[in-house]
């Protein structure tokens, strides 16, 4: 069982930067491949970034390449977020998610989730 702990949300302007964290309980971290998605309400939830397992390759969605960038501390169990120019679009609650597959943006794909953190930027 992993536990997965986000912070790092807050309210911020548009073009402003947060970096989210997302620590996770485990002895085996760097056996996980890890992800973000966000949610807003009514609608699913949409994953936009990954991390693999070893080779530490990332993929971004379109509408946050260039924007964040995602990164893993094996040594610390954590995984980053950092999101630089945000939008107001880019408001919503961040999750984290863990799991021994590939990586993926789909969330079928984890078994493991944070709480997630709210991210609300402003106009």
């Known amino acids: 069982q992993v536990q997965l702990v986000e912070s790092g949300g807050g309210l911020v302007q548009a073009g402003a930067s947060l970096r989210l964290s997302c620590v996770a309980t485990t002895r085996a971290f760097d056996s996980y491949a890890l992800a973000w998605f966000r949610q807003v309400p009514e609608k699913a939830r949409e994953g936009f970034s990954c991390i693999s397992i070893s080779d530490n390759k990332t993929m971004y969605e379109d509408f946050v390449k260039g924007r964040f960038t995602l990164s893993r501390d094996d040594a610390k169990n954590t995984v980053y977020l950092q999101m630089n120019s945000l939008k107001p679009e880019d408001t919503a609650v961040y999750y984290c998610?863990?799991?021994?597959?590939?990586?993926?943006?789909?969330?079928?794909?984890?078994?493991?989730w944070g709480q997630g953190t709210q991210v609300t930027v402003s106009s």
């Open positions: 998610a863990a799991d021994t597959g590939r990586c993926s943006v789909l969330a079928s794909t984890y078994r493991y």
